[in-house]
């Protein structure tokens, strides 16, 4: 079955286009050199969290400069669009810890909710971005780390997503989605979908075939392309407390180092 349109669209606002600044605006990931002395540290941080939380788009666009990789113009568009399904959206902005090279990153946070008929939808997602700046500008980015989750209702279960950040070109690896709390005799279905870089672009729902789950969750194996790049999941979870709609990003990589950025 296709997931709901109302929590697909969403979720692919989040990653599209390999996913950016706040999910939901798009950078496309650039990848950036060494850090260059101070003016790649210098990251306009608070000004990026203001300018995402802006009502107005002038912070943001003053912020971002065009180059590789980068296009302000989709960051907006993309801002827009999440902006306009959850009312109430908010984000966060810290800084992270540098790479093993000393590129700096951040880590960006957003949350919001949005009514639908009787039913509400709760978006969440964390995205780990290591980040090139000029000291004024954000001028490049390469998502490191990358997930949101979305639930209707009130009392949707809690789960825990066990899925790993980066895998190796080739490698078997486990896609885990699992309800924190005992189902207690309750009936739960739930399935996967890759989600492909035309879908991330278009916004497009995948379809996912659903099975009942057993063992408290979503358990499946799956296998990393032979080449570098990256998978995004899309996991939906029928539980008869609500709907919950997850998606991961991994990034696939050919060298054992690159596993931790």
């Given at each position: 079955?296709?997931?709901?349109r109302s929590l697909v669209s969403a979720v692919l606002a989040v990653l599209a286009a390999g996913a950016t600044l706040?999910?939901?605006?798009?950078?496309?990931?650039?990848?950036?050199?060494?850090?260059?002395?101070?003016?790649?540290?210098?990251?306009?941080?608070?000004?990026?969290?203001?300018?995402?939380?802006?009502?107005?788009?002038?912070?943001?666009?003053?912020?971002?400069?065009?180059?590789?990789?980068?296009?302000?113009?989709?960051?907006?568009?993309?801002?827009?669009?999440l902006r306009s399904q959850f009312p109430d959206l908010r984000w966060t902005v810290s800084a992270g810890t540098p790479?093993?090279?000393?590129?700096?990153?951040?880590?960006?946070?957003?949350?919001?909710?949005?009514?639908?008929?009787?039913?509400?939808?709760?978006?969440?997602?964390?995205?780990?971005?290591?980040?090139?700046?000029?000291?004024?500008?954000?001028?490049?980015?390469?998502?490191?780390?990358?997930?949101?989750?979305?639930?209707?209702?009130?009392?949707?279960?809690?789960?825990?997503?066990?899925?790993?950040?980066?895998?190796?070109?080739?490698?078997?690896?486990?896609?885990?989605?699992?309800?924190?709390?005992?189902?207690?005799?309750?009936?739960?279905?739930?399935?996967?979908?890759?989600?492909?870089?035309?879908?991330?672009?278009?916004?497009?729902?995948?379809?996912?075939?659903?099975?009942?789950?057993?063992?408290?969750?979503?358990?499946?194996?799956?296998?990393?392309?032979?080449?570098?790049?990256s998978q995004t999941w899309a996991v939906l979870l029928v539980h008869p407390r609500g709907i919950i709609s997850a998606?991961?990003?991994?990034?696939?990589?050919?060298?054992?180092?690159?596993?931790?950025?």
């Amino acid at each position: 079955m296709p997931l709901p349109r109302s929590l697909v669209s969403a979720v692919l606002a989040v990653l599209a286009a390999g996913a950016t600044l706040n999910p939901g605006a798009a950078l496309r990931a650039a990848t950036p050199g060494p850090a260059a002395g101070a003016a790649a540290t210098a990251l306009p941080l608070q000004a990026l969290e203001a300018a995402l939380n802006s009502a107005d788009d002038a912070p943001l666009a003053d912020l971002l400069q065009a180059g590789p990789g980068l296009d302000p113009d989709e960051i907006q568009k993309r801002r827009q669009t999440l902006r306009s399904q959850f009312p109430d959206l908010r984000w966060t902005v810290s800084a992270g810890t540098p790479t093993r090279d000393g590129q700096p990153t951040a880590i960006l946070r957003v949350g919001g909710t949005r009514r639908q008929g009787v039913t509400t939808y709760r978006l969440d997602a964390e995205q780990r971005l290591a980040l090139r700046g000029d000291g004024r500008h954000i001028t490049a980015q390469t998502v490191l780390q990358e997930q949101s989750l979305l639930r209707s209702g009130e009392q949707s279960p809690p789960v825990s997503l066990q899925i790993p950040d980066a895998v190796l070109t080739g490698e078997r690896y486990d896609v885990d989605v699992i309800f924190d709390d005992p189902l207690d005799g309750a009936m739960a279905a739930g399935g996967l979908a890759m989600i492909n870089a035309q879908q991330l672009l278009g916004m497009e729902s995948p379809s996912v075939e659903l099975g009942a789950l057993g063992g408290g969750g979503l358990f499946k194996r799956v296998q990393a392309p032979l080449n570098p790049g990256s998978q995004t999941w899309a996991v939906l979870l029928v539980h008869p407390r609500g709907i919950i709609s997850a998606t991961k990003r991994v990034r696939v990589v050919a060298d054992r180092a690159a596993l931790t950025p």
